[in-house]
């Protein structure tokens, strides 16, 4: 997909954070784009921003944990703008920060409804629309770092398993969408500028309980955390980095260079295990 200009973009979560700085990027694009989000206020921040800057954008009130809501804004957006060629299933929740031990059952619930079920509903909804301007149509899944590797330090580990997840189906859609025509991209974004725990806990509806306070020490978390700040990438770098991976149709959008090393570690260790279990075999065949 190469051609964004006069091209309709859906960006769920689109009213804050890293979904602000993919509406912004691609608006500047020439892509009308549908900011979709639980907080409809915000989308509609978001939403003025743009045409202020003289873009197009509307704002869309959506919960991506409900495929009935997803529908009606799918119906919503190709009545408005004509059709849908980028969708940017980007929603995400943190629902608990401290160890495994700490995380309930609701934490792992709210984690999985949004960040695993809510990508899949979304694709589920806006599916047709993409089918329909394919193969001008492309797919965007927002996942993490913490998709590709685990970090103890990071003690986000219901958020971390749940972008496992989110790699692994949007690596599965990539193949299955392939012969239609339709690209499929991940976001695996390092850490970037943006207010993801306080949104989350907004956000929170009250069949998944209270979110409980972040649970941090030094040795998990609490010294990186105070420093996260000065490290984390502007949400509005974000967009450019996307479109030059949809260009290209690329499969893993990256953000942070510098934590190439991560992957290569996990990596490394995952063939040393190959190693590892083929060197009995190799002992019994000498």
Not at 125 to 136: E, G, I, K
Not at 177 to 182: Q, S, Y
Not at 252 to 262: D, E, G, S
Request: glycine share 10%; net charge negative; hydrophobic share 50%.
């Amino acid at each position: 997909m190469h051609d964004l200009n006069g091209r309709v973009a859906v960006v769920t979560g689109g009213g804050s954070g890293i979904g602000r700085g993919l509406s912004l990027g691609l608006a500047a694009e020439g892509m009308t784009v549908a900011v979709a989000d639980l907080q409809t206020a915000k989308a509609e921040a978001v939403a003025g921003e743009i045409e202020a800057a003289g873009g197009r954008a509307f704002a869309v009130g959506v919960d991506v944990t409900s495929a009935a809501a997803l529908a009606a804004a799918a119906k919503e957006v190709v009545a408005r703008a004509g059709g849908v060629n980028l969708l940017c299933a980007n929603a995400g929740v943190i629902a608990h920060v401290g160890p495994l031990a700490a995380h309930g059952i609701e934490d792992w619930e709210y984690s999985l409804s949004v960040n695993v079920l809510g990508v899949v509903k979304t694709v589920d909804a806006f599916l047709p629309a993409l089918r329909a301007s394919a193969p001008d149509a492309h797919v965007l899944t927002t996942a993490s770092l913490g998709g590709l590797v685990s970090e103890v330090r990071a003690p986000i580990g219901a958020y971390t398993a749940s972008k496992y997840a989110c790699v692994g189906y949007s690596e599965m859609l990539r193949a299955e969408l392939a012969e239609e025509g339709i690209g499929v991209s991940v976001l695996c974004p390092g850490v970037v500028a943006s207010n993801l725990l306080g949104t989350s806990i907004e956000n929170r509806p009250d069949a998944f309980g209270v979110q409980a306070a972040p649970q941090l020490t030094p040795e998990r978390g609490g010294d990186d955390a105070a420093r996260l700040a000065d490290f984390a990438m502007p949400a509005e770098e974000v967009g450019p980095i996307v479109v030059r991976a949809i260009r290209a149709n690329r499969l893993h959008v990256l953000t942070h260079p510098q934590t190439r090393y991560l992957v290569e570690q996990r990596f490394r260790a995952l063939l040393d295990d190959f190693d590892f279990a083929a060197a009995p075999a190799q002992r019994q065949e000498t």
